[in-house]
Nanobody
């Protein structure tokens, strides 16, 4: 089982990035997907979720700027990030725990039960 993120990079304020998270070993139709981020010196933060019933959640910091989606045919989740700000700079992770709610960060870090990707760096200047 594996989650692989991609799409991070270095951009300027106001620009856009789309992160992708591709799963192998399980399918999204049995797993709620979570997007998280961790900036240096900060605890892991849940940014957004996409549930198997299609419902979504956004942290206040992401509302109105980020959009989460999934393509079940590609077994890939996306986090579209618009109007990026320097405070969005962090390592972004996707995670899922099939047939259970999205994982909670463990000890302030982006890790815990279920499956976590390796993270992708987003830098906004």
């Amino acid at each position: 089982v594996q989650l692989v993120e991609s799409g991070g990079g270095s951009v300027h304020s106001g620009e856009t990035l789309r992160l992708s998270c591709t799963a192998s070993g399980f399918t999204f139709d049995v797993a709620d997907m979570g997007w998280y981020r961790q900036a240096p010196g900060n605890e892991c933060e849940l940014v957004s979720t996409f549930s198997i019933d299609g419902s979504t959640y956004y942290a206040d910091s992401a509302k109105g700027r980020f959009t989460v989606s999934q393509d079940n045919a590609k077994n890939t989740a996306y986090l579209q990030m618009n109007s990026l700000k320097p405070e969005d700079t962090a390592v972004y992770y996707c995670a899922a725990d099939p047939r259970r709610p999205v994982p909670a960060p463990d000890g302030g870090h982006c890790r815990g039960r279920g499956y976590w990707g390796q993270g992708t760096q987003v830098t906004v200047s």
